[in-house]
T-cell receptor
Framework: QKEVEQNSGPLSVPEGAIASLNCTYS??????FFWYRQYSGKSPELIMF????GDKEDGRFTAQLNKASQYVSLLIRDSQPSDSATYLC???????????FGGGTRVLVKP | ETGVTQSPTHLIKTRGQQVTLRCSSQSGHNTVSWYQQALGQGPQFIFQ???????GRGNFPPRFSGLQFPNYSSELNVNALELDDSALYLCASSLVFGNEQFFGPGTRLTVL
């Protein structure tokens, strides 16, 4: 079992709709959770982080964390073509200092 | 722009050669982490430096080594290059380890 798992996609979303991305992790000691956006040929860009159970909203983005289910998600509201990218879920476990990444979910927003 | 810079942008080497990649962290950040990202995969942690000391290492062989300097900039050295070392090498800086990490633009290494 991979430490951090994401559906590779592509997730095809009409412009203006909500994109829902999911991520599961295996280590119950995980403390910090991050979502990065990566455009093709570019480096990852931090868009959201969450440390506590529940929802965290930032503009059109909402991160949701459920530690009991070892599940973190990202919602993108009012999706725009510029949101087309690969979204990487990353987890920082308590005993370590590294970020463990999932393989990423490719999102395509169609006009 | 994160304020993290990396050089060079692209690099082509042949198998068996050695390479040094450089990273300058964001102002005020004292922790630098290095990641390798193969095509179509998520980044893989190589190691992290905090106050000039290695502070954690991923599953990479000893031919991957690094340094951090008093100004918090860092180098990644790879000896005896192999074809599978072809990847995007990413440097990330953070205020302290375990905190949010911000990536530089990366160095694309091609090993022929």
């Amino acid at each position: 079992q991979k430490e951090v798992e994401q559906n590779s996609g592509p997730l095809s979303v009409p412009e203006g709709a909500i994109a829902s991305l999911n991520c599961t992790y295996s280590d119950r000691g995980s403390q910090s959770f991050f979502w990065y956006r990566q455009y093709s040929g570019k480096s990852p860009e931090l868009i959201m982080f969450i440390y506590s159970n529940g929802d965290k909203e930032d503009g059109r983005f909402t991160a949701q964390l459920n530690k009991a289910s070892q599940y973190v998600s990202l919602l993108i509201r009012d999706s725009q073509p510029s949101d087309s990218a690969t979204y990487l879920c990353a987890v920082n476990i308590a005993a370590g200092n590294k970020l463990t990444f999932g393989g990423g979910t490719r999102v395509l927003v169609k006009p | 722009e994160t304020g993290v810079t990396q050089s060079p942008t692209h690099l082509i080497k042949t198998r068996g050669q050695q390479v040094t990649l450089r990273c300058s962290s964001q102002s005020g950040h004292n922790t630098v982490s290095w990641y390798q990202q193969a095509l179509g995969q998520g980044p893989q942690f190589i190691f992290q430096y905090y106050r000039e000391e290695e502070n954690g290492r991923g599953n990479f062989p000893p031919r991957f080594s690094g340094l951090q300097f008093p100004n918090y900039s860092s180098e990644l050295n790879v000896n005896a290059l192999e074809l599978d070392d072809s990847a995007l090498y990413l440097c990330a800086s953070s205020l302290v380890f375990g905190n949010e990490q911000f990536f530089g633009p990366g160095t694309r290494l091609t090993v022929l």
